[in-house]
């Protein structure tokens, strides 16, 4: 098992561009989420998806879209980047079940000029 | 609403120095808690779990104990290595199906030989 995965690794934008960072997971979880990590902040929750076709908003949702069509993948799209949006994202996953361990990806790194 | 919070960092310990990072929680019903380690320009990997009240997780000589009384889920090691060096995050998901895994803030732990 690949495990999550996240693409790419390192990005950067200019303050409105748009991109989409790319997550999957071999692993059937039915629970995804992407948080980012700032420092002095730990990480956030931006959204999250229990299901195909399920999503909801974390703590910091404000400028970032998600959609979940395929167990396997949930993107996040920045539709407009700002400079506030400078950070390191991660994706997990893990099955729906509250107890269950969350499996992290490797993190994007996005630099917002 | 659910959170953690951890104690400041950075901790600076010398090899085979006792280690304590202090967590504590504020949940509704019974939470499961988690320690989570992030080694330097990696991604987040499980340390140990409890899921339920005096469960005791345990892994790499790290241990934690999930004290309902105190709301607390301290984490401690016996003797650091250098190799332990890493941001430790405490973090919690309440007791239903779906819910996020929240964050505290981490902790820095550096381990000098």
């Known amino acids: 098992n690949a495990g999550v995965t996240q693409t790419p690794k390192f990005q950067v934008l200019k303050t409105g561009q748009s991109m989409t960072l790319q997550c999957a997971q071999d692993m059937n979880h039915e629970y995804m989420s992407w948080y980012r990590q700032d420092p002095g902040m730990g990480l956030r929750l931006i959204h999250y998806?229990?299901?195909?076709?399920?999503?909801d908003q974390g703590e910091v949702p404000n400028g970032y879209n998600v959609s979940r069509s395929t167990t396997e993948d949930f993107p996040l799209r920045l539709l407009s980047a700002a400079p506030s949006q400078t950070s390191v994202y991660f994706c997990?996953?893990?099955?729906?079940?509250?107890?269950?361990?969350?499996?992290f990806g490797p993190g994007t790194r996005l630099l917002v000029l | 609403g659910n959170s953690v919070t951890q104690m400041e960092g950075p901790v600076t310990l010398s090899e085979e120095a006792f280690l304590t990072i202090n967590c504590t929680y504020t949940a509704t019903g019974y939470p499961s808690l988690f320690w989570y380690v992030q080694y330097p320009g990696e991604g987040l990997q499980l340390l140990l779990k409890a899921t339920k009240a005096d469960d005791k997780g345990s892994n790499k000589g790290f241990e934690a104990t999930y004290r309902k009384e105190t709301t607390s889920f301290h984490l401690e090691k016996g003797s650091v290595q250098v190799s332990d060096s890493a941001v430790y995050f405490c973090a919690l998901t309440s007791n239903q199906a779906g819910t996020a895994l929240i964050f505290g803030k981490g902790t820095t732990l550096s381990v000098s030989s």
């Open positions: 998806s229990v299901g195909a076709g399920i999503t």
């Open positions: 997990a996953s893990r099955a729906l079940a509250y107890q269950e361990t969350q499996y």
